[in-house]
């Protein structure tokens, strides 16, 4: 009887590691270190050996294990192959082979990092209940993760639920990291409200406190003017909901989810921003998509371990 799984959120600075029972209680969460030099060789190597530490430490039976998920920040396939992950210096990675072998052969499951962390929300957190959802995660760049009937949508390149990545704004002419020109990602993320907010400055006279920051605007302090009456900071954040609503509503027709789940750095900002996102969402949606609830991350940033570990459990 399987009674443990181990889930891995790997990072650019700290690898997440988490034991769960398969009833989905965390009983212990720690990190180690990521060592990203030598094109990240000991990364695997290191998880692998912390996994078997905490089999010993705990004196688990190995039948007892249901086995290790593990996530990744770039694209990965339904085989557990990455593609490239910039953070981590990997690049066409047999992720589950390798660290099957480095683990005796137990059972390995990889996932990209936004999607596990939506099976997590799925499974313990804004979702819970749920066997369908989008999840949206507003960071540095904007993450996104589609789970269908309890699955993960990996696609064909392991690019499924790159939700940042959609073409909000065709006539935008500054690029976006990916190459392309006009990603939600550019309106939508920590970096891409700053932009709109600076952007909005510039072309506007309306007083704002705002204006005394200068270059240092950050999507918390346009939130924050929010909240205390700011005009400019309404409008401005208007347009990201904007931006961020309809691309929900042309993500949930294709999709029907029970629920919309956003969390990441940006969504601190609270129920302010959902308002906000809904009702341009229910403006644009599908009908039968309109009522479709909009809700705030529950697990923070244990997303990922909890994700990772669900992968398992199927």
């Given amino acids: 009887m399987e ?53 010993a430490e705990k004196q688990l039976d190995p039948a007892e294990i249901a086995g290790v998920g593990i996530d990744v920040p770039g694209p990965v396939n339904e085989e557990g192959v990455l593609s490239i992950a910039v953070n981590l210096n990997w690049k066409d990675k047999d992720i589950v082979k390798e660290l099957s072998g480095l683990l005796d052969g137990m059972r390995v499951k990889a996932a990209n990092d936004a999607n596990a962390a939506a099976l997590g929300e799925m499974w313990a957190g804004g979702g819970k209940g749920t066997r369908n959802l989008i999840m949206v995660t507003l960071g540095t760049g904007v993450g996104g993760g589609i789970i269908v009937d309890g699955k993960i949508v990996a696609g064909a390149h392991g690019a499924g639920g790159e939700i940042g990545h959609a073409c909000v704004d065709p006539e935008e002419e500054t690029a976006c990291n990916c190459g392309n020109h006009g990603c939600l990602e550019q309106m939508a993320s920590a970096t891409g409200i700053a932009r709109l907010a600076k952007k909005y400055l510039a072309n506007n006279d309306t007083p704002s406190s705002l204006r005394s920051r200068g270059d240092s605007i950050s999507a918390k302090a346009v939130f924050d003017a929010l909240k205390e009456g700011d005009q400019a900071a309404s409008e401005i954040v208007e347009e990201f909901s904007e931006y961020l609503g309809n691309a929900l509503a042309i993500f949930s027709c294709v999709i029907d989810p029970e629920v919309i789940v956003i969390g990441g750095g940006v969504s601190k900002a609270g129920q302010i921003l959902i308002d906000g996102v809904k009702k341009y969402y229910q403006r644009d949606a599908f009908v039968p998509c309109k009522e479709t609830p909009i809700v705030l991350a529950g697990l923070g940033n244990d997303a990922g371990i909890y994700g990772a570990a669900r992968m398992l459990l199927d």
């Fill in 3 to 55: 009674k443990y799984v181990f889930g891995i959120d790997v990072g650019g600075t700290t690898v997440k590691c988490g034991l769960f029972q398969t009833d989905g209680a965390l009983l212990e969460k720690w990190e180690i270190p990521t060592r990203t030099e030598n094109s990240g060789e000991a990364i695997l190597p290191d998880i692998a050996e912390s996994v078997k530490a905490k089999i």
